[in-house]
């Protein structure tokens, strides 16, 4: 099964309320991807676990939390969310020494 | 600076021709992947290469790490085909995680 999902695949959020988006694969892969996607845009890479190691990109370093209880979910968590954080939320995995990432359908947030 | 500059942005395309895709990278890349969206947003999977070439039915993809290039060849282009195309490379030192170019919106049409 090569498959990640994610939940919820649409969500509503209020400006300034939390957001927490699950993650979650059964390859027993070592690394975990977060990524927002906007219309036009790259997929922005926002942060990364390798193992229980969180790396998380210097420009986003504070505006999304993660966390990984275990080997199979990660979570994205938005503290307060802004209209700005409106974009489609890509969760991959990889596994460690191979750069193929298998990716999630996605999380569609919309914040109004 | 940009690591990963893809081209064209955007490409139209007779149904039955064919064109290819580049992506340039301006540092040594251990590996490349080439995805399509979907109509969801999703990014599905159509090769990951860390060197040579592959093939799978109508798309064939090459990389060069030394040149610094990969490339997404699309031959007998059919409709469906129409969509967002991306190239992600790992890069050398970088660790774990790929960049993402800038994709390119190719058009199919009669």
């Known amino acids: 099964d090569t498959t990640v999902k994610q939940n919820p695949r649409y969500k509503l959020a209020r400006v300034g309320k939390p957001v927490n988006l699950i993650c979650s694969q059964t390859m027993n892969h070592d690394t975990m991807y977060w990524y927002q996607k906007k219309p036009n845009q790259a997929p922005k890479l926002l942060l990364f676990?390798?193992?229980?190691?969180?790396?998380r990109e210097a420009d986003t370093f504070e505006k999304f939390q993660s966390s990984r209880p275990n080997n199979s979910f990660c979570s994205l968590y938005i503290g307060s969310a802004g209209l700005e954080y409106s974009a489609m939320y890509l969760c991959a995995s990889s596994r460690i020494g191979q750069y193929e990432q298998y990716f999630g359908p996605g999380t569609r947030l919309t914040v109004l | 600076g940009d690591q990963v500059e893809q081209s064209p942005s955007a490409l139209s395309l007779h149904e039955g021709t064919g064109s290819a895709l580049r992506c340039n990278f301006t540092t040594t890349m251990r590996a490349v992947q080439w995805f399509r969206k979907n109509s969801r947003g999703s990014l599905i999977n159509l090769f990951y290469l860390a060197s040579g070439t592959k093939e799978n039915g109508r798309l064939k993809s090459a990389f060069d790490s030394k040149e610094r290039y990969s490339t997404l060849h699309i031959r007998d282009a059919q409709l469906e085909d129409s969509g967002t195309y991306f190239c992600a490379a790992a890069h050398a030192n970088s660790g774990t995680y790929q960049r993402f170019g800038t994709g390119t919106k190719l058009q199919v049409v009669p």
């Open positions: 676990y390798y193992d229980k190691i969180l790396n």
